[in-house]
C-alpha cells in the first residue's frame, strides 16, 4: 500500500504476478477536460457560423484582398486603352497577375491554356468579337452572344483585373495548347508593338 492519504483500488485483475490499479485522473485534468467541451460551442459559433471576418478562410480572402490593393496602388487605376495595353503586355508582372485572375475564372470555359473548351480558342489568330486590343476588354466586361460570353465587368473586385486578364489573354496569341478547339471568327491583324 501507498503511504499517501489516498487509498489505492484494485481492479482485481492480475497479469504475470502484476496487478491493476484504479488511478483516477487528477482533477485539474478532468476539469480541463470538461472545460474545453464546455468553451467548444462558443468557440464554433464565434468563428465558423456565419460571422464575417472571422473564419481562415475570411482572413484569406481579406490578406489576398489586401494584397491585390497594394499591387494595385503601384499601377493606379487603368485604362482599357490601346497604349496601356501594349505597355502591360511587356511587362511579365502583370501579365502574370492577369493569369492568376484568368485561372480563377475562365479556365472552364476557355481551358488552363486558352485553347478553348466550351469557349473559343484564345490562341490563334482568328476572332469573332474582336479587332483591336481595347476589344478585348470591352468582351470582358460586357460580355457577347447573348450570354454566352457572360459580362464579368461588374464581377471582378476591381477595375484592373478586367485589364490585367485582357492583357493576359492578349499574350496566349501565338501560344501553342496542349488541347485547341479550331479557329472560330477571322483572322486578324497581329497586335501593336508600340
Same mark, same amino acid.
Given at each position: 500500500?501507498?503511504?499517501?492519504?489516498t487509498k489505492e483500488v484494485s481492479l482485481g485483475h492480475s497479469y504475470d504476478g502484476?496487478? &491493476?490499479?484504479?488511478?483516477p485522473l487528477p482533477g485539474w485534468w478532468k476539469w480541463m477536460f470538461w472545460g474545453?467541451?464546455?468553451f467548444s460551442p462558443l468557440y464554433l459559433m464565434y468563428y465558423h457560423n456565419g460571422t464575417p471576418g472571422r473564419s481562415v478562410a475570411d482572413q484569406y480572402t481579406e490578406g489576398v484582398n489586401e494584397n491585390t490593393r497594394k499591387q494595385y496602388a503601384e499601377i493606379g487605376d487603368l485604362q482599357g486603352d490601346q497604349a496601356t495595353m501594349v505597355k502591360f503586355l511587356k &511587362?511579365?508582372?502583370w501579365v502574370g497577375v492577369g493569369q492568376a485572375i484568368f485561372k480563377a475564372n475562365c479556365v472552364s470555359c476557355h481551358g488552363p491554356e486558352g485553347g478553348g473548351n466550351v469557349g473559343p480558342n484564345l490562341c490563334d489568330d482568328s476572332f469573332k468579337h474582336i479587332k483591336t486590343?481595347?476589344?478585348i476588354v470591352k468582351v470582358i466586361n460586357e460580355g457577347v452572344a447573348g450570354g454566352a460570353m457572360p459580362a464579368w465587368g461588374n464581377r471582378f473586385s476591381h477595375k484592373n483585373d478586367a485589364i490585367l486578364v485582357s492583357i493576359y489573354v492578349a499574350s496566349l496569341r501565338g501560344t501553342n495548347p496542349s488541347t485547341g478547339k479550331a479557329p472560330d471568327g477571322s483572322p486578324i491583324p497581329a497586335w501593336p508593338k508600340d
Amino acid at each position: 500500500m501507498n503511504q499517501s492519504n489516498t487509498k489505492e483500488v484494485s481492479l482485481g485483475h492480475s497479469y504475470d504476478g502484476i496487478q &491493476e490499479y484504479d488511478n483516477p485522473l487528477p482533477g485539474w485534468w478532468k476539469w480541463m477536460f470538461w472545460g474545453t467541451i464546455a468553451f467548444s460551442p462558443l468557440y464554433l459559433m464565434y468563428y465558423h457560423n456565419g460571422t464575417p471576418g472571422r473564419s481562415v478562410a475570411d482572413q484569406y480572402t481579406e490578406g489576398v484582398n489586401e494584397n491585390t490593393r497594394k499591387q494595385y496602388a503601384e499601377i493606379g487605376d487603368l485604362q482599357g486603352d490601346q497604349a496601356t495595353m501594349v505597355k502591360f503586355l511587356k &511587362e511579365p508582372k502583370w501579365v502574370g497577375v492577369g493569369q492568376a485572375i484568368f485561372k480563377a475564372n475562365c479556365v472552364s470555359c476557355h481551358g488552363p491554356e486558352g485553347g478553348g473548351n466550351v469557349g473559343p480558342n484564345l490562341c490563334d489568330d482568328s476572332f469573332k468579337h474582336i479587332k483591336t486590343l481595347p476589344d478585348i476588354v470591352k468582351v470582358i466586361n460586357e460580355g457577347v452572344a447573348g450570354g454566352a460570353m457572360p459580362a464579368w465587368g461588374n464581377r471582378f473586385s476591381h477595375k484592373n483585373d478586367a485589364i490585367l486578364v485582357s492583357i493576359y489573354v492578349a499574350s496566349l496569341r501565338g501560344t501553342n495548347p496542349s488541347t485547341g478547339k479550331a479557329p472560330d471568327g477571322s483572322p486578324i491583324p497581329a497586335w501593336p508593338k508600340d
